[in-house]
Structures are given as structure tokens and as C-alpha cells.
């Protein structure tokens, strides 16, 4: 979707393409690793180290969850809303009958990026660039976004299915706690990845036309 056959100078281009149209959300997930947690590290360490951020602030703060101490998280966001439940904010029922069982299903996944952006680093750039002040926020989670695509792409290269998943703030403050992580780390997502053990859904594109323009193109 999306492109015809087109000759690229380098074959390290079309390499990265075929990458971006094969990711997908991989919902269906199980605790084991085409490759080694060394592998798993070096991709998340890449992602940190180079991944641009405005002016180079370097906002994006990453943590690697593995096996038992992935499992964590999600041992946590079920006590979480279990206490969601005893409190009457969230039905039952849809607790046992959707949340839960979806919960367990990213536990029974091999490990879970966290990822943070530490918004308090900004504030001796923002005094600096006062004029950009109020860019810097968002700017440094578009480079968080960009570390959670780039890392998502590379663990999918290697074999393994992931799915992103938003349960900040309800498990911060324990998440925080359990890994006595800085206060300053603010969380943004949780990227859930593990040997797949089903394929993705269907997935509908929007025209092209209707989403992009070009201007100035040589026949
Ligand atoms: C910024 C962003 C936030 C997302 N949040 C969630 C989420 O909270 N839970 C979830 O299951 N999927 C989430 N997704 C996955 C999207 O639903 C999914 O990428 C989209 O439907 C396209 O499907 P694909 O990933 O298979 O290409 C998110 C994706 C993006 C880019």
C-alpha cells in the first residue's frame, strides 16, 4: 500500500520501508524471545542514545522490563483497577469480562518498554528560549513517540509482535515506587512486545489522495 516499485540508490532504503508497512499492532503475545536480552537491550540503548530531540535536549527516559519483572507492570495495573472496581468507578463486569483478560494477555508477553519524558530537564532551556517556552513540552514527547516507533520497528525486525498501551497516570505512582525511578520521570507509554502467537487484524487505509500532496515533482 502506499508506493509502486521504485529503485532506490541504496537498498538500506527499501530495506526500511518494507520494516515500516510490515509493523503492526500484535495483540495476541507469548513470554519468549526470537533473540537474546542483549539484542533487546542494544535496540532500546540505540533508541536513547539516538533518537533526535529539540535542540538535543535528550527528554527521553527509557526502562527495559523483562520476564518476571515485566509481569510487574502488569500485576500492577490489575490491582490497580481492581481497586478502580471495589471503589465503583469501573463496572464489574467489564473488568472481568474485557479489562482484566486484556491485562493478563499483555502479561503472558516476554517484556514492557516504559517510557518517560523528563519534563523538569527543560527548565534551563525554556528560561534560555523563552520565546519557544511553551514548545518544549510537546516537542519532547514527539521525541518520545518517535524513540517508541523507532524501538517498536526494530523489536518487530527481530521476530517479536508488540502492541502500545496508555495506562499512565493510574499505574505510575506504583510503577514509580517498584522500580525507584525519579519522581521527574513522567510516563507516557507502555510498549508490550513478545513472540507472537497470532497475527494481526485487518487494517483499512484512508486514500492517499485525500492525505497527501506534492508540488514541484520531475516527471
Ligand atoms: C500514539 C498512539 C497511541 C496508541 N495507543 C494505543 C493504546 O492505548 N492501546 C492499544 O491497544 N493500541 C494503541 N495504539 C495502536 C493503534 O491502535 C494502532 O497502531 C492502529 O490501530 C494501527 O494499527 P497497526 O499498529 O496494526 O498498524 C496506539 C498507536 C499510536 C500511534
Do not use: C
Not at 109 to 125: C, N
Amino acid at each position: 500500500m502506499g508506493s509502486t516499485q521504485i529503485a532506490f540508490k541504496n537498498p538500506a532504503t527499501a530495506t526500511l520501508l518494507e520494516l515500516v508497512k510490515s509493523r503492526r499492532t500484535y495483540y495476541g503475545l507469548k513470554a519468549e524471545s526470537p533473540i537474546s536480552d542483549d539484542a533487546i537491550q542494544s535496540i532500546i540503548q540505540d533508541s536513547v542514545l539516538h533518537v533526535p530531540s529539540s535542540f538535543n535536549t535528550q527528554t527521553s527516559r527509557i526502562v527495559l522490563l523483562l520476564k518476571e519483572e515485566h509481569e510487574k507492570v502488569w500485576d500492577i495495573a490489575i490491582k490497580v483497577m481492581e481497586g478502580l472496581v471495589e471503589a465503583g468507578k469501573v463496572p464489574k463486569e467489564m473488568f472481568e469480562n474485557h479489562t482484566k483478560p486484556k491485562l493478563l494477555s499483555f502479561r503472558a508477553a516476554y517484556g514492557t518498554v516504559l517510557f518517560f519524558v523528563d519534563y523538569d530537564s527543560l527548565a534551563p532551556i525554556k528560561e534560555k528560549f523563552a520565546i519557544y517556552a511553551d514548545k518544549f513540552d510537546p516537542f519532547a514527547l514527539e521525541s518520545n513517540a518517535m524513540s517508541q516507533y523507532l524501538v517498536w520497528v526494530a523489536l518487530q525486525s527481530e521476530g517479536f509482535g508488540a502492541n502500545l498501551q496508555h495506562y499512565s497516570p493510574l499505574i505510575d505512582e506504583e510503577v514509580r515506587k517498584t522500580w525507584d525511578l525519579p519522581a521527574s520521570w513522567k510516563m507516557d507509554a507502555q510498549l508490550v512486545f513478545g513472540a507472537p502467537t497470532s497475527e494481526p487484524g485487518e487494517k483499512a487505509f484512508s486514500p492517499l489522495e485525500e492525505r497527501f500532496k506534492v508540488f514541484g515533482k520531475s516527471a
